[in-house]
């Protein structure tokens, strides 16, 4: 379950030029589940129209609260105790020192003093309108509040010259927002529990400029990292070199070959709860790998390169689990669930994920997935075609399924 389904939101809009990034902010949060209502600034209506943001969430958005015709209804305090979270973006140093000196003088900021749900903000304006030390003396003053404020972006400011104080894009305020409201909150399901997992292909070095590895892109990886830390897990993430971005909250482990990744598993093994092997481990590495560049013969003679097979990383472990769950993977182009059935004893896992990568859509490099999921002595489970990342949260609402079963 996303924890922005069927969150109320209030998104508050003050006036700057990034007034018109807290749609794409909003379309985000909207797209996750949540419900977003908008309080405008009446300086934010400058740069981007109410209708925009009324149409945009199917919502009325709240400017001017002095003109309601419902007798019963006052707009602010309606809005403020329908809100569970409350997000200022962006938030104009106008804003900040507003509502750092509790000041209630329009409908946006009498929303957010009156206002009971946690408050983030997100501050975006002018290098040094951020450097001042009001502004900043304000921010402190936010934080001793118990509001929570994201460090703005570095970069090219509007004004032409570089600095700090731009509004982060979009995806990485949702992802600071969503790492926030996982902290915020204590019993969600992975709660307390270690959260080790790997991804990518490793890298068997031939020489120090080639190596051998495979198609795999980590994507699947990385969403049950990112999936792990929004059901709450503190999560570390093995990861061979990818260009993917690392989920918010999730500590990150960069490794080459399958020896570096045993060694890495293997030191963070005894403390893990939950460990789920999404990497894709070559069986075989050369023997030796060249210290120098492999020149081409002047002969034209084949290159015969011997490979030697690699550690088996679950075999390995497999004497030292004691109450660790372990969750494989099994990547197959045929007689798919006959191999994965037989990867499942041989190797001691919980839940073994089968993947027909032969298929379009299905594993390696693409954004979606479809698995069977095979467990000891139980029916398999096959999933829809669907994104990595529900994919992910399948395999881990059956683990926790699974380990509410066993305790
Ligand atoms: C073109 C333009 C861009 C602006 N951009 C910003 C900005 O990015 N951040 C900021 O703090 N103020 C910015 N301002 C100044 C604010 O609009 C001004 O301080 C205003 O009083 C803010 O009102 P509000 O906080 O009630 O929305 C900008 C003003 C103009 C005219």
Do not use: C
Request: glycine share 6%; proline share 5%.
């Amino acid at each position: 379950m996303d924890i922005w389904n069927e969150r109320h939101v209030t998104v508050v809009v003050s006036g700057g030029i990034a007034s018109y990034k807290a749609l794409l902010v909003i379309r985000q949060l909207m797209k996750r589940g949540a419900t977003v209502r908008v309080a405008m600034t009446a300086h934010a209506t400058e740069f981007v129209t109410p209708l925009t943001f009324q149409t945009l969430t199917g919502q009325p958005v709240v400017v001017d609260e002095f003109t309601t015709s419902d007798p019963h209804h006052v707009v602010h305090v309606a809005l403020a105790d329908w809100t569970e979270t409350l997000v200022m973006v962006p938030a104009t140093a106008n804003l900040i020192a507003k509502v750092a000196n509790g000041l209630a003088d329009d409908a946006a900021t009498t929303t957010i003093l009156a206002t009971t749900a946690p408050k983030f903000v997100i501050p975006a304006m002018n290098s040094h309108m951020y450097a001042n030390p009001a502004t900043q003396r304000n921010l402190d003053q936010l934080t001793t509040d118990g509001l929570h404020v994201m460090a703005p972006a570095t970069g090219l400011l509007a004004e032409g010259y570089a600095g700090r104080g731009r509004l982060p894009e979009p995806a990485e305020i949702v992802a600071w927002l969503t790492d926030q409201l996982i902290q915020l909150t204590p019993a969600l399901p992975l709660s307390g529990q270690n959260v080790l997992v790997t991804a990518g292909g490793t890298r068997e070095a031939i020489d120090p400029v080639r190596y051998i590895s495979n198609r795999s892109s980590g994507k699947m990886g990385y969403a049950v990292a990112q999936a792990a830390r929004e059901m709450g897990a503190t999560v570390t993430l093995i990861s061979t070199p990818t260009h993917l971005p690392v989920p918010a909250g999730v500590q990150m482990v960069t490794v080459n070959s399958a020896a570096e990744l045993l060694t890495a598993v293997s030191a963070r093994f005894s403390t893990t709860d939950l460990l789920v092997m999404a990497a894709a481990v070559s069986d075989y590495r050369p023997v030796n790998a060249a210290d120098e560049k492999i020149k081409k013969p002047a002969n034209h003679a084949n290159l015969t390169i011997e490979l030697t097979e690699t550690p088996d990383i679950l075999k390995t472990l497999a004497p030292q689990k004691t109450t660790q769950y372990v969750v494989g993977f099994a990547a197959e182009t045929q007689h798919l669930l006959a191999n994965a059935q037989r990867k499942l004893t041989s190797k001691k896992v919980d839940l073994l994920v089968a993947n027909d990568v032969s298929k379009a859509g299905v594993g390696f490099n693409g954004d979606t997935n479809q698995v069977t999921l095979l467990r000891p002595g139980q029916d398999s489970v096959k999933t829809p075609l669907q994104s990595k990342l529900a994919v992910a949260r399948t395999i881990l609402e059956t683990v926790v399924a699974d380990q509410a079963w066993r305790h």
